[in-house]
């Protein structure tokens, strides 16, 4: 692709920023677009990811459904919503949520007591609404927390968003269980909600559910339950894909804990998610969602998961996941350089490939001829930042400091979810599962905070020696 003169290496000077602050309290002016391009010099790689942390980190603070301090769905900064779905908040979402409000406190866009009323707020919501043998559904009202159907019969229990979400919850307790009076109150009502989970209803036995090829006995975890429609959406979970933490927790759960051996038959299919496939020198060594690895996938596969759960030195008789998920990244990083398909601005400092808006509705974008659309979805090179942190930030900073891209990628919420150069195409949107993975994987890279906060669980510690997973403490 043509570089812009605002490349970053060493000695070119890029036109430099004043990096304005924002009042949090204040909602955005849509119509006012914010210069920060009032004098030249360098940005340090600190006050970048400060920005860009904040940025995403007001989705979740200013953008937040005023009633139940939930994360929304998605923000239309056109304040158009065809589909009628403002108030609608996202429960995986507003999980990734809880752990950005964390990560704010640390950085100072909030206190400590602003951050612990927000959360106390999203516990107290989460105790009244619809629940499904403790299962949050999808989608929920943020005024009423009644389901709001994902499609016909998804209009139950979901059981990878409730472990998004319970993955941000068990940070949060153990942030404040230690703390005053009132924190260890709040974390004593995040346990209730955690041991409310039934984890054990959505691993069933035949003849609840059809018999799943390959699996012993079909005893695997069911991504949904309809209180109308039992088990029809008939979906088992199985890998390689985000659905790791949903398996660890199920297996870790005090009061409603899965055997081993739903793990083993439902997530590694027996063994058959061992694999070995190469690409451009970087070997994968799991199966996709019971098929050949295809080039890895969308890169939340190697993310939402990671939020909590620590990657480095996670091993199982499977795989090195910390590996894994950085061969992944790189294989997703070196298909957008080679460009096969000649798409317009693909290069080394604009990439990244995810589940994302696209052109024409939304897709799970990925390296493959059917999979790249010519799509570049920010979120995927800034939340594999542990992975490929050079390569993060080197798109980081040619999207923020280029003064081209900045105009058309950068808003009140930091970059927008999704663009493509080769199509014209710069919508002004975001996503609540796009922008929480940047405020925490940024964080992790920084500080490993959400990572410590997690694997400071007693129960997840216990879950994953159940499991046979080597893996670092804190």
């Known amino acids: ?18 990096i304005t602050s924002f009042c949090l309290s204040n909602s955005p002016d849509q ?27 007001r989705y979740f603070w200013d953008g937040a459904e005023p009633h139940s301090g939930m994360a929304p769905e998605r923000i239309n900064m056109d304040g158009i919503y065809p589909q009628h779905d403002k108030e609608v908040v996202a429960t ?47 989608w929920m009202y943020g005024p009423t927390g009644k389901v709001k159907p994902f499609s016909k019969k998804d209009d139950g229990g979901d059981i990878v968003e409730t472990a998004f979400m319970v993955q941000g919850l068990l940070c949060a307790r153990q942030y404040f269980r230690k ?28 003849p609840s559910v059809p018999p799943v090829e390959g699996m012993k006995g079909g005893h695997v975890l069911y991504w949904h339950w309809s209180p109308d429609y039992g088990w029809q959406m008939n979906f088992p979970i199985h890998g390689y894909n ?49 098929q050949a690895a295809a080039m890895g996938g969308p890169l939340f596969w190697a993310q939402y998961s990671y939020l909590g759960l620590n990657p480095h030195g996670l091993k199982d008789e499977y795989a090195n996941y910390w590996k894994e998920n950085v061969d992944q990244t790189l294989i997703n990083y070196t298909w957008c350089v080679k460009n096969p398909l000649h798409y317009k601005g693909y290069g080394p400092d604009n990439w990244g490939l995810t589940a994302s808006y696209s052109v024409k509705g939304y897709a799970a974008h ?12 920010p979120t995927a090179a800034i939340s594999s930042i542990p992975y490929t942190p050079q390569k993060s930030l080197r798109a980081m900073r040619y999207w923020f400091a280029n003064r081209r891209m900045h105009d058309k990628l950068w808003g009140y919420y930091g970059f927008y979810d999704a663009f493509s150069e080769q199509d014209d195409w710069y919508p002004q949107k975001y996503l609540a599962i796009d922008q929480g993975p940047e405020v925490v994987m940024i964080e992790n890279y920084r500080s490993g905070m959400l990572w410590k906060l997690l694997m400071s669980c007693p129960e997840v510690q216990k879950g994953l020696k159940k499991l046979g997973f080597e893996f670092e403490k804190e």
């Not at 030249?40 to 904040?54: A, K, P, Q, Y």
């Not at 990925?366 to 979805?377: C, F, R």
Request: with cysteine; hydrophobic share 40%.
């Open 92 to 138: 995986g979402g507003s999980g990734f949520g809880i752990m950005a409000i964390l990560a704010g406190i640390k950085r100072g866009f909030i206190t400590r007591k602003q951050g612990f009323d927000r959360i106390k707020k999203i516990v107290h919501f989460l105790a009244a609404a619809d629940r499904f043998h403790g299962a949050w559904p999808h």
């Open 242 to 290: 985000e659905c790791l933490i949903a398996y660890i927790l199920a297996a870790s759960s005090p009061a409603h804990g899965v055997p081993a051996s739903v793990y083993h038959e439902g997530w590694a299919e027996n063994g058959k998610i061992k694999d070995s496939t190469n690409y451009y020198g970087y070997v994968l060594q799991l199966r996709r969602q019971g």
């Open 366 to 377: 990925a390296p493959g001829e059917k999979t790249d659309l010519g799509v570049i979805s």
């Open 31 to 57: 119509n006012t677009k914010t210069s920060y391009f009032t004098q030249e010099g360098n940005l340090s790689n600190n006050t970048l990811l400060d920005t860009v942390e904040r940025g995403a980190f």
């Open 1 to 18: 692709m043509k570089k812009e003169l605002f490349f970053i290496t060493a000695g070119v000077i890029i036109v430099g920023l004043t």
């Open 179 to 206: 703390g005053n009076k009132q924190e260890k109150e709040l974390a004593d009502e995040i346990d209730k909600l955690w041991k409310g989970v039934d984890w054990n209803w959505y691993a069933p036995q035949p």
